[in-house]
């Protein structure tokens, strides 16, 4: 028998009370929750860095570049676990020819170019451009070539050109933020606008989306700061972790709260799905939401955060604090977009059953292909900060 | 006032110029001829859903060969069921008249998959059996003419 | 002044350059613009309009209507994919609801419950319901489901990409991804058999009429005048689907 055939029995034989026989398998797999996991990261990664241009939070000043090329790396990478998840990928290009303008996912293929060439690409090119001229000054040989093109060629560095960078890298940024908005807004509003789908549909869903990503995105960067410097021998700044650590703080409980007023509404007001809804989150879903997303992803850091920011203890234990509040929050987020997406198709439509999911390791929707996907972005960042190294950028002192 | 547009700006403009020029002429070539004949679609569409091979001919065809069991079938109370609902799909048979291009089920399962005793089921809707008593053991063909049921062979 | 006069070349050629862009641009943006802008649908009141009555009250469960349907349509005969299928709902005496649907229903139903424990028992054929203002049809980033100027919702097999958003949104559970070729799919209302004036294969196999499909426009119709004399419902009214298949004595248990 095709073993797709025969997992599709397997998972008739786990499913309990009655489902839309067409539901048997899911729809949406792992790499629709590392999807909006991974532009989580880039939205999350580019506000942060947004926050020291626009509102001068000067003490962020050292994670700009490296929040940038993060948010650069992930951003490469993001169209992949989509386009290897499509059962007709050579055909994905006509999402850009012809968008259907009433689907959200239409716009998908001109938000992504729009924050990838207009607001990502130009913020880091306005920010690097006096440093590539000098650097191809500098350099000989193939590198020389490489900083030519990608200075497209203009080599005034004089100051009055040197200012223009710095006003058009602040409108950039300025714009900047309500893209990233959008870029990750609309992930939530995919799933928000399914009025099928009652775990899904709710006007909050965009805002609980966007308060994640940004909880992820500060939480990385944090996180690459802290290997960065470890892995140069460079000092790791507590004062840094205690700045990235505040805002962090604040992001987390707007997104606690938030979260947890979409699930206080729908408790009270019990609308017809809520039956079935209250067996999945005790049922199927109670460990990634309660233990993983709840107690390790946001009380645990929640409680930890709120002691350093109270209690300034040594500064070795802040550190290994600050590192585990990291990894703990990106379980927490990957956990959320697991519970979305998968917990959303687990139970029937028939509101009387569930299915069953069980992710398969190999094959392109796997959980080594979702793997291979989360990783590429860390080797991207690395070629990135060496063709493009913040630490020896061109000082502008005026 | 000195007219001085940055280089850089200047640069980009022209970057982006022709980006997008080359991405409209692309697509250009690349959006379907038929597509937003009738809405946001291919319009060649609505004709290859045209093209599937149909597999049930209707009764009709049926009974430009099979005039005596029309007779028959209309004069007792399987008259309103057409003939592909017991015998399968019929157009293989029409274009090749060959009789193993066509199904004859008699098995009691088949019958009963209409009339074995179900609460579901109305009592106007259907006659039901209860096939673990009746008659067990034999083909409800033995003693009904699928096409004369109540006309009883023997 | 030699750099005056590098200026003033350079801007002649960059204005140049600026027209031509713009005018290339715009060529095709209005060549463009029907696909651009959303396309207003030809409503040809000459064609029929098309809608769809169950009558459960008649449906006895035989499963004729969804074995035909994988007949005529290169549906896959395994128990995963179905453009339509029956359900047996059997209501307990203590109010608990048993819904089941083996196989679609294609080898009929047996009954589970013994007939002093049943309150209510019926069958729900279930099948697409073209809906008026479908959400499958909304969410498709690129135009490969649709509504037919018949009022069918059809597919394009050879455009779409297999997103499976479509099947997301469906609040009936009609759709699939079909497992050879690899794109959605769904019932069709036997759109190639419409078009040659013959019965989609269900309603043609239905041993009872208890399915029935027809003009919507049409007063005269056999459909229309069962809507007149009947009171009929559409699966989830809350979600405004504008759904085109109207059950007539449709208990409350029914999702």
């Known amino acids: 028998m095709d073993p797709h055939y025969q997992h599709l029995y397997n998972i008739l034989a786990n499913s309990q009370g009655y489902i839309f026989p067409n539901e048997i398998d899911l729809q949406w797999g792992i790499l629709i929750v590392v999807y909006p996991f991974i532009t989580g990261l880039v939205a999350g990664a580019f506000i942060l860095a947004s926050l020291e241009r626009v509102f001068n939070v000067k003490i962020l000043k050292s994670t700009y570049q490296l929040a940038l090329l993060t948010a650069m790396s992930f951003l490469l990478v993001a169209t992949m676990p989509l386009i290897s998840h499509l059962s007709q990928p050579q055909r994905a290009y006509e999402i850009m020819i012809t968008p259907h303008s009433s689907s959200a996912m239409a716009i998908f293929g001109f938000v992504y170019l729009w924050y990838l060439m207009v607001v990502l690409l130009l913020e880091i090119w306005f920010d690097y451009r006096h440093s590539m001229v000098v650097w191809s000054n500098e350099k000989r040989g193939v590198m020389k070539w490489v900083y030519k093109i990608l200075t497209l060629g203009v080599s005034d560095i004089s100051p009055e050109t040197v200012k223009w960078d710095r006003k058009l890298g602040y409108i950039i940024t300025v714009v900047g933020i309500p893209s990233a908005f959008i870029l990750h807004g609309y992930v939530g509003f995919i799933f928000g606008s399914i009025k099928a789908n009652p775990w899904w549909s709710t006007p909050l869903m965009p805002i609980i989306f966007l308060f994640s990503a940004m909880v992820s995105g500060i939480a990385i960067v944090m996180l690459i700061y802290m290997v960065i410097n470890y892995f140069r021998k460079q000092p790791i700044e507590v004062d840094v972790l205690d700045s990235i650590g505040k805002f962090l703080f604040f992001v987390l409980i707007l997104d606690f709260t938030l979260e947890g007023l979409d699930q206080i509404h729908r408790i009270y007001l019990a609308e017809e799905s809520f039956e079935i809804i209250k067996l999945l989150v005790s049922g199927k879903l109670y460990l990634t939401l309660f233990v993983s997303q709840g107690l390790v992803g946001t009380i645990i850091p929640l409680i930890a955060l709120a002691f350093l920011q109270f209690y300034k203890h040594k500064i070795k234990l802040r550190k290994t604090m600050y590192f585990i509040v990291g990894i703990l929050v990106m379980v927490g987020v990957y956990s959320m977009r697991w519970n979305v997406v998968i917990g959303g198709q687990l139970f029937s439509k028939s509101f009387s059953g569930f299915t069953s999911f069980k992710v398969g390791l190999i094959g392109l929707d796997g959980t080594l292909m979702a793997a291979f996907w989360l990783l590429i972005p860390f080797g991207i960042l690395v070629f990135l900060l060496w063709l493009l190294p913040p630490w020896k950028m061109v000082n502008e002192e005026e | ?154 | 002044m030699g750099n005056e006069k590098i200026n003033s070349s350079r801007r002649k050629f960059l204005k140049s350059a600026v027209a031509i862009a713009g005018a290339t641009i715009g060529y095709q943006v209005l060549k463009s613009s029907p696909v651009l802008i959303s396309a207003a649908e030809p409503k040809d009141e000459s064609l029929p309009w098309y809608g769809i009555v169950i009558d459960i009250q008649k449906c006895i469960g035989c499963g004729s209507c969804a074995k035909a349907c994988k007949n005529e349509n290169d549906v896959p005969v395994e128990p995963f994919f179905f453009r339509t299928w029956i359900e047996q709902y059997t209501v307990k005496n203590d109010g608990s609801v048993d819904i089941v649907s083996p196989n679609g229903g294609i080898d009929g139903f047996e009954q589970r419950v013994p007939d002093e424990d049943i309150f209510k028992s019926f069958f729900v054929p279930k099948m697409c319901n073209h809906c008026a203002k479908s959400p499958c049809e909304q969410v498709c980033p690129v135009g490969a489901t649709f509504l037919s100027p018949e009022g069918v919702v059809l597919i394009d097999e050879k455009y779409c990409i297999g997103c499976r958003y479509c099947v997301q949104a469906c609040p009936y559970g009609c759709r699939f991804i079909h497992p050879v070729k690899k794109v959605a799919n769904k019932c069709t209302l036997c759109y190639h058999r419409l078009k040659k004036n013959l019965a989609p294969a269900c309603m043609e196999v239905c041993p009872t009429g208890a399915r029935m499909y027809g003009n919507l426009r049409d007063k005269n119709s056999e459909l229309v005048k069962f809507l007149k004399e009947h009171t009929t419902h559409v699966l989830r009214p809350n979600l405004n689907t504008g759904a085109k298949l109207y059950y007539n004595a449709l208990s409350s248990e029914v999702r």
């Not at chain 2, 015998?87 to 008249?97: A, C, D, F």
């Open chain 2, 1 to 154: 006032m000195k007219h001085y547009i940055p280089p850089q700006l200047t640069r980009l403009a022209l970057a982006f110029a022709i980006f997008i020029t080359l991405f409209l002429v692309l697509r250009n070539f690349l959006v379907p001829d038929t597509f937003g004949e009738y809405g946001h679609y291919r319009g060649a569409s609505l004709i290859e859903n045209e093209q599937p091979e149909i597999h049930y001919s209707g009764q009709q065809a049926c009974f430009e060969c099979h005039r005596d069991i029309e007779d028959l079938k209309a004069q007792d109370v399987h008259s309103e069921i057409h003939c592909e609902t017991c015998h399968g799909p019929g157009q293989k048979h029409v274009i090749s008249s060959k009789a193993t291009d066509i199904l004859k089920p008699s098995s009691r399962e088949f019958c009963g998959s209409c009339h074995v005793m179900n609460a579901a089921k109305s009592k106007n809707a259907v006659i039901q059996v209860d096939l673990k008593e009746h008659n067990i053991g034999k083909n409800c063909t033995e003693c009904h003419n699928p096409h004369q049921p109540w006309e009883m062979k023997k």
